[in-house]
């Protein structure tokens, strides 16, 4: 009888444990929540249909979360996630602490070879690729061409800020809940920061100096946050401190903002969501009076971060979501004007994503208008330190209060000013 007892429970254990062992490994992601990565969460039935043995757990969060979270689980480098959603800004930084497992055999499959240098660059470290780049971007100025013709307007084939405020004037009728123009408002890094360093830079302005200090208090800072802040004061939307890339995009392709300066990444987006034929028009982003072209220049990217238990696999989707076969399994299901931007050149050879995209020489040429530089530089447009983040912070909250016309922009960088040197002490990188 105990013969049998010990059999029978030996049998239960052998078939317990095969059940186990037949469960799929689970790879958990997280990512940024807009419509490149909502596309990639729908199409990730591919990947696992062709990996059985593997299963996505995604968790979707909106820009600021996301960085939030990741900032704390990255830097205490305990992070349960397997596959990360990152920023260039995320990337070199958490390279430097060790905490990424870096790419360093791709099949040649994955033609590594196609993807653009100026993407390519800033995603890597000690000649190994830190992240697989998603897609990236540069900045262009949208406008709705049928407002345009309606109103007799023309958009310049190469627009300054003057131009876009003399036309944002025009367009303006709040009575018909139509904005003259639309920018980033939401305060944070990846809001009005994300912006506004942009214009500053195109006027010459820098974060910091050559000895780390911060020049937020600039002339050139304040000129920038001046000319903002009238813009959105005059010309922008009722809501405009509530409303970032996402809630522009919305206000935009529902005919409900004249002109919108952002990220190129949304052109496809556009293309798709706004029926009205001809309505989309597409100019470069805007130059300052001497010239001097706004820019900037932003990957997302799949990292995988040190501590995952499924590095392997997560690598392996890592490279399936960056590769040439899944932009042609989104243009396959989609349309070619929805693949994902930016990151390929054999994407801009493709003549049938040309067709479909009418904006795609301007878009190339904002993505690889400027290699995103590391460190203290005046052409770049964010400082490569952890202390970046939390001065980005303190500088967007200010930048809020002068759109709201509680201060002058000079008296908002000033109390930027003070903010960032009271950080940079705290973290001992100042006196």
């Not at 009888?1 to 429970?9: C, P, S, V």
């Not at 890339?245 to 293309?271: H, K, M």
């Not at 490279?319 to 930016?342: D, N, T």
């Not at 290699?371 to 400082?383: E, K």
Request: charged residues 25%; hydrophobic residues 45%.
């Amino acid at each position: 009888m105990r013969t049998f007892i010990h059999r029978t429970i030996a049998v239960v254990l052998f078939w317990l444990c095969r059940a186990v062992l037949a469960q799929p490994a689970e790879l958990s992601v997280v990512s940024i929540d807009n419509a490149d990565m909502q596309e990639l969460r729908r199409l990730s039935t591919h990947f696992e249909r062709d990996n059985p043995s593997l299963r996505l757990r995604w968790i979707m969060l909106d820009e600021h979360e996301l960085r939030q979270r990741l900032q704390v689980e990255m830097d205490d480098g305990g992070t349960r996630f397997d596959v990360v959603t990152a920023g260039a800004y995320e990337v070199q930084s958490w390279a430097r602490k060790g905490r990424l497992s870096p790419f360093s055999e791709l099949p040649a499959a994955y033609e590594a070879h196609d993807l653009i240098d100026d993407v390519r660059r800033p995603l890597t470290q000690d000649g190994k690729l830190q992240a697989l780049p998603f897609y990236a971007e540069g900045v262009l100025t949208y406008f709705r061409a049928d407002l345009f013709r309606r109103k007799g307007l023309v958009m310049p084939a190469q627009p300054t800020w003057d131009d876009l405020e003399r036309l944002a004037a025009a367009l303006h009728d709040p009575a018909a809940g139509i904005a003259g123009i639309c920018l980033r408002g939401r305060a944070g890094w990846g809001g009005n920061v994300m912006l506004l360093s942009a214009m500053a830079r195109a006027r010459g302005a820098r974060w910091v100096d050559e000895h780390g200090r911060p020049r937020l208090n600039s002339q050139k800072w304040k000129d920038s946050v001046a000319q903002y802040a009238g813009l959105l004061r005059d010309y922008g939307p009722k809501q405009a401190l509530e409303l970032g890339f996402r809630g522009n995009l919305e206000l935009f392709s529902a005919g409900r903002c004249g002109i919108w300066v952002d990220a190129s990444a949304a052109a496809g987006t556009l293309q798709q969501a706004m029926t009205e034929r001809r309505a989309l028009g597409v100019a470069p982003a805007p130059v300052t009076a001497d010239g001097r072209q706004m820019s900037w220049h932003w990957v997302w990217a799949l990292a995988v971060p040190q501590a995952s238990r499924h590095a392997a696999a997560a690598k392996r989707f890592a490279a399936w979501a960056s590769s040439r076969e899944y932009i042609e399994l989104v243009a396959r299901e989609r349309g070619w004007a929805m693949a994902p931007p930016g990151t390929r050149m054999s994407t801009y050879a493709q003549a049938q994503y040309r067709k479909a995209a009418p904006f795609a020489d301007l878009a190339l040429d904002a993505v690889r208008r400027h290699a995103l530089l590391r460190g203290a530089d005046s052409d770049a447009h964010f400082i490569a330190t952890p202390e970046f983040l939390p001065i980005a912070a303190l500088t967007g909250q200010a930048v809020a209060v002068a759109v709201a016309g509680k201060m002058s922009a000079a008296t908002a960088m000033e109390l930027a000013q003070l903010r960032a040197e009271r950080v940079l002490r705290q973290s001992g990188r100042l006196p």
